[in-house]
């Protein structure tokens, strides 16, 4: 009874689905402990899920094929499916927030898992390793090579609350003055006082370390909060 129930295609279909659980998991596990929106369990099953289609696509229709002669099956049929909608899930991970586009790389990442999964379920197994290795090492080495690389162009975004009496346009120019390149600034009035929210390009560490003395020994700045982004 065993015999019949773990036969060699079963056996084989479960060696590849632990493969695609462990090579997604893997580029799932980076994602994780850097903190984004998919992270181990969303790699993990989209992999799977992706090696479950391959061997669907594979093997669910061999003994309908069996059963009829002239029958045509192409077996990538479902595999690009698979490509081509897992696009949604990825769109779900990129946020666009004050002109800065966030998630992209982890959107690709789960496209790729699901090509992992997709050759895993077809006994690439060679490629699936080589290929997992190199999206591993792109996702650590070249993030901290892109972190270098724009060390200098450290983004903040700044929320300064403003007295009355303050002219926001005057405190704008004032800003201009520290090297800084506004990207996008937001004027709100409120009752006691105005809001002021800008999204600055600062050039220089010492410059941006300037500018925070100013604000701090500024006297009609009530409030200031800091988001920084690199």
């Not at 899920?49 to 069996?66: H, K, P, R, V, W």
């Not at 997992?132 to 270098?148: C, M, Q, Y």
């Not at 300064?160 to 520290?178: C, D, I, T, Y």
């Not at 506004?182 to 600062?202: H, L, P, S």
Request: proline share 1%.
């Amino acid at each position: 009874m065993w015999e019949m129930i773990f036969d060699d295609e079963f056996l084989n279909s479960i060696v590849k689905l632990i493969t695609a659980l462990i090579l997604s998991g893997l580029i799932g596990f980076e994602r994780e402990i850097n903190k984004h929106s998919a992270g181990f369990r969303t790699h993990i099953l989209v992999g799977v899920s992706s090696c479950l289609m391959m061997l669907l696509s594979i093997n669910g229709f061999q003994e309908f094929m069996d059963s009829y002669d002239n029958v045509r099956f192409d077996p990538a049929r479902i595999p690009s499916y698979v490509i081509s909608g897992i696009g949604f899930l990825g769109a779900g991970t990129i946020i666009v927030n004050s002109g800065t586009i966030r998630g992209l790389t982890t959107a690709a990442s789960i496209w790729a898992v699901a090509g992992l999964g997709l050759i895993v379920g077809n006994g690439m197994y060679r490629e699936a390793f080589v290929t997992t290795i190199i999206i591993l090492l792109s996702l650590v080495l070249l993030n901290k090579w892109e972190r270098r690389i724009h060390r200098k162009n450290h983004h903040v975004m700044f929320e300064v609350r403003l007295s009355k009496q303050k002219e926001a346009a005057l405190f704008l120019e004032n800003v201009r003055e520290f090297t800084v390149d506004i990207r996008e600034f937001d004027i709100v009035k409120e009752e006691e006082y105005t809001k002021v929210k800008m999204y600055i390009n600062a050039i220089d560490e010492k410059k941006r370390t300037n500018l925070y003395e100013w604000l701090l020994n500024q006297e009609d700045v009530h409030r200031i909060k800091l988001r920084f982004r690199s």
